[in-house]
């Protein structure tokens, strides 16, 4: 007989973990101070955190399924868009800055990152993004000049 016998409490165990494993990832996913999306090949966001969505002032539904370039400001829309199509089909990108917009139509920037998705046979099939906050302070130290005498 070739029947698979299957301990119960051994599978109640492997369970317990696996959920006590996703429910801890899940709370530093949303607990991250940057904002994370991922996306498909096409652009469109799979998954965000709270912080995403909040700072957007959208809801996770009003995200999810929408474009990356919704979320763009003009001013980056054109450059996210050449580089977003090298690397749907190089997988290869540098940190960049990317200012985004808000639902209200405020902007601000975002320095970009991300990590590629790839599939069991290690095949792209989207990239997560983060996108860090940059503060009004760290912006204004560009404009700064060095002093001879201090």
């Not at 996703?22 to 955190?49: A, H, M, T, W």
């Not at 995200?63 to 054109?78: L, Q």
């Not at 790839?118 to 997560?128: A, N, P, Q, T």
Request: aromatic fraction near 8%.
């Amino acid at each position: 007989m070739n029947d698979i016998i299957v301990n119960p409490s051994n599978t109640d165990l492997q369970n317990s973990i696996i959920n006590t494993s996703f429910v801890k990832y899940k709370e530093i996913f949303e607990q991250l101070p940057d904002l994370i999306r991922s996306v498909d090949l096409n652009g469109i966001i799979q998954e965000c955190n709270n912080r995403y969505a909040e700072t957007l002032g959208y809801t996770r539904e009003e995200v999810i399924g929408s474009s990356i370039y919704d979320h763009t400001a003009s001013r980056s829309i054109k450059e996210l868009k050449e580089t977003f199509e090298a690397w749907s089909s190089s997988g290869v990108d540098a940190q960049r800055e990317i200012w985004c917009k808000k639902k209200d139509g405020t902007e601000f920037s975002t320095l970009l990152a991300i990590t590629n998705l790839v599939d069991s046979e290690e095949k792209l099939v989207g990239r997560i993004a983060s996108l860090r906050v940059l503060s009004h302070p760290l912006r204004c130290s560009d404009n700064l000049t060095p002093t001879e005498n201090f």
